[in-house]
C-alpha cells in the first residue's frame, strides 16, 4: 500500500472497530454508565497502539505476535471482571481464550525469536505509519475474531449451558486439537536437520497443506456456537467472527502468503508439484 492508502487505513479500522462496538453494545451490560463490550474494543485498540511506541523506537517485531495473545487475555479478563458475571457459558469462554491464547503466543514468541525475525516486517518497520497501521489492523483482528466472546460475556442475558454450547465445545476441541498437533509436527520436522530446505508432507501435512489454519478456524466455529444463545439484537455482528478468521487465513494474510513462498522456493520440483496436486490447501482429505 501507497502512504495515501496507509493513511485511509489508520482512518478506516479504527472506525470498523467503532461501528463493531456500537453494534455489539447492543442489549449489553454497562460499567460506570458505559457499555462493557464498547470498553472492551477500545482498550483492545490501546494496548496494541501502547505496545507499538517502544515497537517503533527497537525497530522491532519480536513481541508484535505475543502482544496479540496478551490482548486477547487482558480485553477478556476485563470483560469478566467488569460483567460481574460467573455463569458457566462466561467461565468456558474465557478459559477457552486463555488456553488457546497462552498456546499460540508462546508458540509464536519462540519461533520468532528462534529465527531472530519476522520477514514480513522488513519493509514495514522504517515507516512510521505503516508499522503503526499494523499494530492497528491487529486491534482489529483480535475485535473481530473475540467479538462472540466480549460480547457474550458483556450480554445482559444469561441462559443455561446447553446442547448447542456443549456442541460449541466439542468443536472447539477438534479445532484446537488439530492446530496443535500440525504446529507440533512442523516444529519437529523442522528440528531435524536432514529435513533443512525440505517442506513437510507428512502427519497432518500430508492431509492438508494447511492444516494449522483450519484448525484455528474450526475453534473459532466452536466459539462462537457456545456464545449464539445469549445474542440478540445487534449483537449478533459476533457471528462475523469465523467467516472473518475464514477471510484472513485463506484470502489475506496466511495461505496467500506461505503458498506464494512455498512456490518461490519449491516450485516445479516434482516432490512438491505432486503434493501440491494431491492435497488440498485447507479442508484434510480423509
Given at each position: 500500500m501507497n502512504k495515501s492508502q496507509i493513511r485511509k487505513s489508520l482512518i478506516i479500522v479504527p472506525t470498523i472497530g467503532i461501528l463493531v462496538a456500537l453494534a455489539g453494545s447492543h442489549h449489553g451490560l454497562t460499567f460506570n454508565g458505559l457499555p462493557i463490550f464498547a470498553l472492551c474494543v477500545a482498550l483492545a485498540f490501546l494496548i496494541n497502539w501502547i505496545a507499538f511506541v517502544p515497537a517503533f523506537r527497537m525497530q522491532t517485531e519480536k513481541f508484535y505476535d505475543f502482544t496479540g495473545s496478551l490482548t486477547y487475555i487482558s480485553v477478556t479478563i476485563v470483560a469478566l471482571l467488569?460483567?460481574?458475571?460467573?455463569?458457566?457459558?462466561?467461565?468456558?469462554?474465557?478459559?477457552?481464550?486463555?488456553?488457546?491464547?497462552?498456546?499460540?503466543?508462546t508458540f509464536l514468541l519462540r519461533r520468532v525469536q528462534k529465527a531472530g525475525k519476522d520477514d514480513r516486517f522488513d519493509t514495514i518497520k522504517p515507516d512510521f505509519y505503516r508499522f503503526l497501521?499494523?499494530?492497528?489492523?491487529?486491534?482489529?483482528w483480535v475485535t473481530l475474531t473475540a467479538a462472540p466472546v466480549f460480547i457474550a460475556i458483556s450480554s445482559a442475558k444469561v441462559v443455561e449451558v446447553g446442547p448447542l454450547a456443549i456442541a460449541g465445545l466439542i468443536v472447539w476441541?477438534?479445532?484446537?486439537?488439530?492446530e496443535v498437533v500440525a504446529d507440533q509436527q512442523k516444529s519437529q520436522f523442522r528440528k531435524n536437520p536432514t529435513n533443512k530446505e525440505k517442506f513437510i508432507s507428512t502427519g497432518?501435512?500430508?492431509?492438508?497443506?494447511?492444516?494449522?489454519?483450519?484448525?484455528?478456524?474450526?475453534?473459532?466455529?466452536?466459539?462462537t456456537l457456545i456464545a449464539i444463545p445469549v445474542l440478540?439484537?445487534?449483537?449478533?455482528?459476533?457471528?462475523?467472527?469465523?467467516?472473518?478468521?475464514?477471510?484472513?487465513?485463506t484470502r489475506v494474510s496466511g495461505v496467500p502468503m506461505l503458498?506464494?513462498?512455498?512456490?518461490?522456493?519449491?516450485?516445479?520440483?516434482?516432490?512438491y508439484e505432486s503434493y501440491k496436486a494431491n492435497t488440498p490447501v485447507l479442508i484434510p482429505k480423509l
Open positions: 467488569l460483567s460481574g458475571k460467573s455463569d458457566l457459558r462466561s467461565i468456558i469462554l474465557t478459559v477457552l481464550v486463555m488456553i488457546w491464547a497462552v498456546r499460540l503466543g497501521n499494523a499494530w492497528t489492523i491487529q486491534a482489529l476441541l477438534i479445532g484446537f486439537g488439530v497432518l501435512w500430508s492431509r492438508s497443506r494447511h492444516p494449522n489454519y483450519f484448525g484455528e478456524i474450526v475453534l473459532w466455529v466452536g466459539v440478540q439484537g445487534w449483537q449478533w455482528v459476533a457471528l462475523i467472527s469465523p467467516f472473518f478468521v475464514f477471510l484472513l487465513l503458498e506464494a513462498k512455498a512456490d518461490k522456493k519449491w516450485g516445479g520440483q516434482d516432490d
